[in-house]
């Protein structure tokens, strides 16, 4: 009797003590932060992908070589986008971290641990500044859908050419780098349908899996624009919602204050009615 009493309590303290844990986590920002670490790694990862295979692309079927030197060409260029992207992946890894603190921070559970008073003061700040730097990462990646949105098109061209050589025969037509700002005026580098270079970039896997990667990236770049608008929405109702705790704070204070001067003014005049009587 006894043992099943206390295995009772036992499993209702540990349900209350769950349910209070998950209503402590902020879903908003969990969600906004699974979105936001999708989209960077889709973008992360298949960009970097797809520009390996834009290299072997451009060197076996285009046969562009390395310019030797400092000379800042197409390849050069690749690899500052493989730094960059690096860097992407481990800045938006740290940031969905601390939004994610800041969630926790102003959820009830943080709140009645630290009190009212530290929740409204050091989270309006830290609010007010996540809004700020997350509207423009939003920008930023606004920018870089955009930038990646160039290869797409790019990619998209190269496939339609090769589509409509084995639907029409016959065709001959002709791609140049020049036009896309990959090489400069005075080199041509173009590949027309008759070549043997173009039907074999046509027939490999290789052309068609770097288009696809370029398009997966630009979803997940997408997908990170989402994911900052969703903050912006999460960290626009932490705001308000510490802005409101605040007031709250202020009208307590102000209500023990004058309730404390009420009972003084009270205590003081019965002090002395007391000694008018006596």
């Known amino acids: 009797m006894n043992f099943s009493f206390f295995s009772c309590y036992s ?3 540990c349900f209350e003590c769950c349910i209070k844990c998950l209503g402590g986590i902020p879903y908003a920002s969990l969600i906004a932060t699974i979105l936001l670490y999708a989209g960077v790694a889709l973008f992360c990862g298949c960009g970097h992908e797809a520009l390996s295979g834009t290299v072997n692309i451009l060197q076996t079927y285009f046969e562009m070589a390395r310019t030797a030197g400092d000379t800042l060409d197409v ?10 992207i690096y860097g992407i992946a481990a800045a938006f890894f740290v940031y969905g971290i601390l939004l994610m603190v800041e969630g926790f921070f102003t959820t009830g559970a943080i709140k009645d641990l630290y009190g009212d008073f ?6 309006r700040c830290v ?12 920008l930023a990646w606004l920018g870089v859908t955009a930038f990646t949105s ?10 339609t050419i090769c589509r409509n050589t084995t639907l029409v025969e016959g065709a001959n037509l002709c791609l140049d780098l020049r036009q896309f700002g990959i090489v400069t005026i005075g080199e041509e580098k173009k590949i027309c349908t008759v070549s043997e270079n173009f039907l074999r970039m046509c027939e490999s896997t290789e052309l068609n899996m770097t288009f696809h990667l370029f398009i997966v990236a630009l979803a997940g770049a ?11 929405m999460v960290l626009s ?3 308000a919602y510490v802005k409101d705790a605040c007031r709250m704070q202020k009208y307590e204070d102000i209500k023990s204050k004058e ?5 003084d003014i009270h205590s003081t005049r019965s002090k002395e009615r007391l000694n008018a009587y006596t």
Do not use: R
């Open 75 to 84: 390849f050069t260029m690749i690899d500052i986008f493989k730094y960059v």
């Open 127 to 138: 609010s007010t500044w996540f809004i700020m730097l997350t509207y423009l990462f939003m």
């Open 237 to 239: 109702a932490n705001w």
């Open 11 to 13: 499993s209702t303290g």
């Open 259 to 263: 309730e404390q001067e009420l009972h």
């Open 150 to 159: 160039l290869p797409v098109y790019m990619y998209f061209n190269l496939w």
């Open 222 to 232: 997408g997908a990170a624009v989402i994911a900052m608008v969703h903050y912006l």
């Open 118 to 123: 530290k929740i409204t003061t050091c989270g």
